[in-house]
């Protein structure tokens, strides 16, 4: 099908099929046999201690290993399918009904897709360096409205943005993170934030210790004002907006507390490029990264 192999040539080009097979066995170079997408060994080898020629017959799928290899679905469906989960626009019913695929598939593919957003946002460097302005802040996204409802568990993330650049991190505390107090603070600040760094931040307790671990700390105290009477360059006016922004992105019926960190990936993943068409190229480039032909060694 044509459509298939543009899709593949697509795929190769990024990184997530190979461009050529090095046979584990005898290390000749592997043939490709597009009608039944195989790279396969074609070599003649010498047996040891004989005079004879075998034949090495090695053979290997051509997605064994790596990202579209996660199931039987063809190529130019995967790459339509994370198109769609790439835009603000995701729909479960969405990619079932156009892509004539399965729940379960929808499902494990979202999944997977999530994956790669996940892996993306914890291999970033920290934001800030030495006199850049960092805003910070912990916010609660679940609650139960007029303390009404079924009870959900309550979930609070917690983040920083850079004034001029806006780059940003946004973390769940949930599992290791969970407890919302100072050790568990700093301790993220001090992963995702560079030292040097000028940080604001809101008066509460949990960030008295900045100054002495590095940092710049400047403090607006909410209960007065949000934005300081005396030097209006201090305030938190970009992580409220962010953490607006997040909200309206995440907040919806059937939220589950255990998923958050794929929420929050994808929400990271899909705003840290202001050029939506490079979206695509920059899922599938980390996607040859992250997943390796099963030929090659993991790195």
Known sequence: ???????????????????SVTCPKCENPCSYREDKSLWRCTN??????????????????DCNGTFVGKTHMLCWKVVLFVNHFLSNRWNHGTVKENLDISSRSAVDWRSYCSEVCQNWSDNQEPIGGQGIEVEIDETLIVRRKYNRGRLLKQIWIFGGIERISKRKFVVALTGLNE??????????TKKFVLPGSIVYSDSWRAYSNLNKNGYVHQIVNHSKNFVDKDDPTIHTQNIE????????????????????????ARYLFITSETDKSKLLHKFF???????????????
Do not use: D
């Open 241 to 264: 907006r962010l953490w607006r922004n997040v909200k309206e992105w995440i907040k919806r019926s059937g939220i589950r507390g255990e998923f958050m960190e794929q929420y929050l």
């Open 44 to 61: 003649y080898c010498v047996e040891p201690y004989r005079k004879k020629r075998k034949y090495c017959g090695f053979s290997i799928s």
């Open 1 to 19: 099908m044509l459509q298939e192999e543009k899709c593949k040539s697509f795929l190769r080009r990024h990184g997530v099929l190979p461009t």
């Open 179 to 188: 407890r919302r107090n100072e050790e568990t603070l700093l301790r993220l």
């Open 285 to 299: 480039c980390h996607a040859g990264k992250m997943y390796r032909h099963g030929t090659e060694k993991q790195e």
